[in-house]
């Protein structure tokens, strides 16, 4: 911090009290980001606050550079397993399964990374710091176990990369409309919009609102019905996950009292 202060001294008093300014400004602002969004209270805290031998959070999922481009989330910092290495909840041929279901990936995959159990928690494309050595970056290495593993076997688990509603939404004529009704008239019709040129879907929630598509609204996610050659909305972890929240253990966007999380999309 001396050293610091006297290179600040150094520029003169004008530049120097710019600096200052610009990093009270900064620590505000990294103070008011912590307060916001503390993923540090949860379960996905795994530095050392949690098991592991770093500071850093973020790396456990995201790099800067270098990211794994088969995942359409944000620079992730993990290998993909092929979408091919899964059983999925359509292969048990219940007739309740209404809708296409495309091959596991998109953001689905990405949460499977970690939660199929088949990888080392550290283990990263990019680790964190020049040159550092992995060893012993987790205080007890080895892939993930417990509750959290859903395993490669997703038979036992709620439908991903399945169309919502049965299918019958699909992007319209214009761009960030839709059109159509689902063809499941069990299901609560979604929310359209257009964010950045792409349409997006959504379903409302009570803790979400109305007003437009907030963390605490299901999330749909865009793909492109193989069958049916449509681009549609498609239901995937992070649909009822939000994977940065401190709301609760299970990450869940809502609570599930009265089975809310349920009762945002299934008309029983």
Request: charged share 15%.
């Amino acid at each position: 911090m001396n050293n610091f202060s006297e290179q600040i001294k150094s520029l003169g008093s004008g530049v120097a009290a710019l600096i200052f300014a610009m990093s009270v400004v900064a620590l505000g602002v990294l103070s008011w980001t912590d307060a916001s969004a503390d993923i540090t209270v949860t379960p996905h805290n795994l530095s050392s606050a949690g098991p592991g031998q770093t500071q850093e959070i973020c790396v456990f999922c995201h790099t800067p550079h270098g990211g794994d481009t088969s995942a359409s989330v944000p620079l992730w910092n993990k290998s993909l397993a092929l979408p091919t290495a899964y059983t999925t909840y359509d292969t048990l041929g219940t007739s309740s399964n209404d809708g296409d279901i495309a091959p596991v990936g998109s953001v689905s995959i990405a949460c499977l990374s970690c939660h199929d159990g088949t990888q080392a928690i550290d283990s990263m494309i990019n680790e964190p710091g020049s040159g550092f050595d992995s060893a012993g970056f987790i205080a007890d290495p080895g892939a993930m176990t417990g509750d959290p593993v859903l395993g490669q076997d997703l038979r036992d688990d709620h439908p991903i990369g399945v169309q919502y509603g049965g299918g019958g939404i699909s992007e319209g004529g214009t761009v960030g409309t839709s059109q159509g009704t689902v063809v499941d008239v069990d299901f609560i019709s979604p929310v359209v919009d257009n964010v950045n040129g792409t349409t997006i879907w959504w379903v409302n929630t009570t803790a979400g609102g109305t007003a437009g598509r907030e963390k605490e609204d299901m999330q749909l996610y865009t793909r492109n019905d193989g069958p049916s050659g449509l681009v549609e909305p498609f239901v995937e972890c992070a649909s009822c996950h939000d994977p940065h929240s401190e709301v609760n253990a299970t990450f869940l966007r809502v609570t599930n009292d009265g089975s809310e999380v349920c009762l945002s999309c299934h008309i029983k």
